[in-house]
Nanobody, 126 residues
Framework: QLQASGGGLVQAGGSLKLSCAAS????????MGWFRQAPGKEREFVAG????????YYADFVKGRFTFSRDNAQNVVYLQMNSLKFEDTAVYYC?????????????????????WGQGTQVTVSS
């Protein structure tokens, strides 16, 4: 089970840090990813990494602003979001795959993740 938290309302230019805590499954054995879904849009990939933090991928629209990290000892992954924009408004989901490795399409595709958190709402006011 994955539990995402840390969402909220923030002004444009502000920051939030999302957390995703895992129970019943070890983060250290999984590739992990963050996805988001804005109203009326499909869910899209934001960031992800292999089990050891390697093979770190970001969507182009968050590069330089968001930072993915993980603490395998604490069984938690994070998404630090800086310089938030109105268009970052969405429900953010964390996900875990059964594979150790995040590589190319296997990292970006939501079909390659088996376990999903409930989502946390991020709202950025302009």
């Amino acid at each position: 089970q994955l539990q995402a938290s840390g969402g909220g309302l923030v002004q444009a230019g502000g920051s939030l840090k999302l957390s995703c805590a895992a129970s019943g499954r070890t983060v250290s054995r999984s590739k992990m990813g963050w996805f988001r879904q804005a109203p009326g849009k499909e869910r899209e990939f934001v960031a992800g990494s292999s089990w050891n933090g390697g093979n770190l991928y970001y969507a182009d629209f968050v590069k330089g602003r968001f930072t993915f990290s993980r603490d395998n000892a604490q069984n938690v992954v994070y998404l630090q979001m800086n310089s938030l924009k109105f268009e970052d408004t969405a429900v953010y989901y964390c996900a875990a795959g059964e594979s150790y490795y995040c590589s190319g399409y296997g990292c970006h595709s939501e079909a390659r993740y088996k376990y999903w958190g409930q989502g946390t709402q991020v709202t950025v006011s302009s």
